[in-house]
């Protein structure tokens, strides 16, 4: 017997121990469950107390029985009970029976739908108040009825209590129910009153804007807030307070995160606001998202404006250098014609390099994240830009926890930094100085990277225009190029950029996301399918000094045994394989839930490359590629 059953029985039994009738019946009007008084004081079959038997069963076989007194119309008195049933309200009622028996009936509603309804035979308590009433000639008849109309209200009222009480009984479960959900999810929930005081929360305020009070009921939003974010806020509580629903987000100062905030007004039934209702929501990664989308459409914008004119001053400064270069070797021409010529030589040949540059800013780039540990990536930086830097100017570096991986683009953040630091050094100038590279956690939204010098620092309109393309403070000797490109990298890793003036000179900080590498990834189980041998032991040894394990084949045929391996962990295969099938025909034939990864040589358009169904990594490429691509996977 199952523990199911086991309380089944005892529940019956238990049920069958009470004095009372008792029957429930279901929404759909069906027996539940009854006990035994019921059966045995209706005199019912066996038939009409299994679960499940129709209530109109139950009634019609009391109208036969004379249950309700003589009836005329059998069927019509059946329907009129059983419509009675679907109207379902609570109720108490005292009946004399056909037997001659007098029984109270109690019913009440219950939440789920049915109703459950008691029976107690009362036949000796109405006997005996028969009998007061005929011996007991020191009472009046009127005390009598008072008493009898008393008792049924009494009974009454307590019938319609033990309804509120399971009403009340329900209500709390279901406030309960409510808080519980509200608190589970990833936003701040509240209402403030005209006051500005609290008067219900989720409790999630500090997970969204950390440093708000854990629990606000009770305080006012200042205190719940703080004065700044409050003042950031207000505009739309007043607008809310005025009955204007309204959406907006801001920069939480305090932990550098953005936040969206949905401000709905709370009427009464008269339609006059008493509050506000708010919903507060953490939109750091997606605003991070639409920066980097953003800038990533601006770019393609401006490759697409750039290329026409670039492949045309291209061509005409390479028909202004070969005619210079004509005109430099032609005998005859004097001094001060050869110095024009190589003048406009150098102009033409800048004029390239400045093509270059742009092509730089416009072109395609894609963000190739890593794990990276920053201390000693900026130290690299620093050291390697000493030499270039001269020994006029000294260089330290400050990295404030972060001693976990982040991930980040190396490659972008060290073009980034080594241009701040060329621009520091051209600000200081020959007399030398300090810069000082900091680095330090937003909590746990982002990395602040700052370069400062102590130079002479920005001056009002470069604090402007210093991050617009062609701006620069350094005359001819600048293409104004270098922070734009700065500028440019940080807002397609979802960044930014802030400009300022210190005591001592200038500063520079780059805010980007914050993504910290999981430190915990178990190592796979890899097979590696490649045909050309060199590549695979060299690929093979990549992946061991990342700690994989590795199973090696050399075609899509000899692979296909090996993908059903329960082990396996990564299929890495590249796309032109020895024999008949293809890269991509073994990766659309592995397991389902099986993650996979494609290597090729082939350009970015060739018709095997758009139809790889999983990441492909482009040949060549070095071990941090390669465990990058494997942690994207993963994920």
Not at 399 to 408: D, Y
Not at 456 to 472: I, K, M, Q, V, W
Not at 509 to 514: D, F, N, S, Y
Not at 596 to 616: F, K, N
Request: with cysteine; net charge negative; glycine share 8%.
């Amino acid at each position: 017997m199952t523990g199911e059953e086991t309380r089944a029985r005892l529940t019956q039994a238990g049920l069958n121990l009470i004095g009372q009738a008792l029957s429930i019946f279901d929404s759909e009007l069906r027996l539940a469950v009854c006990n035994r008084p019921f059966q045995v004081m209706f005199d019912l079959p066996d038939a009409l107390t299994r679960p499940g038997t129709p209530f109109e069963d139950t009634i019609r076989y009391l109208v036969e029985r004379g249950e309700y007194g003589p009836v005329v119309d059998l069927e019509a008195a059946v329907r009129i009970r059983v419509e009675q049933a679907r109207a379902f309200e609570p109720h108490y009622i005292e009946r004399t029976r056909a037997n001659g028996r007098t029984i109270s009936v109690e019913g009440a509603p219950l939440p789920q739908g049915g109703w459950v309804a008691v029976y107690t035979d009362i036949t000796d308590i109405k006997r005996q108040e028969s009998l007061l009433r005929a011996h007991s000639v020191e009472l009046s008849e009127q005390v009598l009825a008072n008493a009898e109309r008393l008792a049924a209200a009494n009974r009454a009222l307590g019938a319609t209590n033990a309804a509120l009480e399971e009403a009340k009984r329900e209500l709390t479960e279901i406030e309960a129910r409510t808080r519980q959900v509200t608190e589970m999810m990833p936003a701040h929930i509240a209402h403030m009153n005209r006051d500005y005081i609290y008067t219900f929360s989720n409790r999630r305020a500090h997970l969204v804007m950390p440093g708000s009070l854990d629990d606000p009921v009770g305080h006012h939003a200042a205190q719940v807030l703080g004065e700044e974010t409050l003042e950031r806020i207000d505009p739309g509580f007043r607008r809310a307070l005025a009955g204007e629903a309204n959406v907006f987000e801001i920069n939480h100062d305090p932990s550098g995160r953005r936040v969206r905030i949905a401000l709905t007004p709370d009427r009464d039934r008269t339609g006059a606001v008493r509050g506000v209702y708010i919903l507060s929501t953490d939109v750091t990664h997606e605003a991070q998202a639409r920066a980097a989308l953003a800038q990533s459409s601006k770019r393609e914008l401006a490759a697409q404006l750039t290329s026409g004119l670039a492949h045309d001053f291209a061509n005409l400064l390479t028909i202004i250098l070969g005619l210079q270069g004509r005109l430099e070797r032609m005998e005859g021409l004097g001094p001060e014609a050869l110095d024009v010529v190589r003048a406009t030589l150098g102009a033409a040949r800048r004029g390239g390099a400045l093509l270059d540059r742009i092509a730089a800013i416009s072109g395609r780039r894609e963000l190739k994240p890593q794990p990276v540990v920053l201390r000693p990536l900026i130290e690299d930086i620093a050291a390697m830009a000493r030499p270039t830097l001269g020994d006029a100017i000294r260089v330290e570096t400050f990295v404030l926890g972060l001693e976990g991986a982040v991930m980040l683009d190396p490659g972008q953040l060290q073009d980034s930094l080594i241009n701040l630091l060329l621009n520091a050094r051209d600000a200081m100038g020959a007399l030398g100085g300090r810069i000082r590279i900091k680095a330090h956690a937003v909590r746990d939204t982002w990395v602040e990277i700052s370069v400062s010098d102590t130079g002479p620092g920005f001056s009002p309109e470069a604090l402007t225009r210093a991050l617009d393309p062609f701006f620069t403070t350094k005359g001819g000797g600048g293409s104004g190029l270098g922070l734009s490109m700065v500028y440019d990298t940080t807002k397609l890793a979802g960044g930014t950029v802030r400009l300022e003036n210190t005591e001592e000179g200038a500063m520079i900080t780059l805010r980007l996301p914050m993504r910290m590498a999981d430190a915990t990834e178990e190592p796979l189980i890899v097979l590696l399918v490649e045909d050309d041998p060199d590549i695979r032991t060299n690929t093979r040894e990549m992946l061991r000094s990342l700690g994989h394990s590795v199973i090696e084949a050399a075609s899509a045929a000899e692979a296909r045994p090996l993908c059903a391996l329960p082990e396996l962990g990564l299929v890495l295969s590249d796309i032109q394989l020895g024999g008949a099938e293809t890269g991509v025909d073994l990766v659309r034939a592995l397991p389902e839930g099986l993650p996979a990864a494609l290597m090729t040589s082939l350009p970015a358009g060739h018709g095997l490359r758009t139809a790889a169904p999983c990441p492909v990594l482009q040949k060549p490429f070095d071990t941090a590629e390669l465990a990058a691509l494997i942690a994207g996977v993963r994920r």
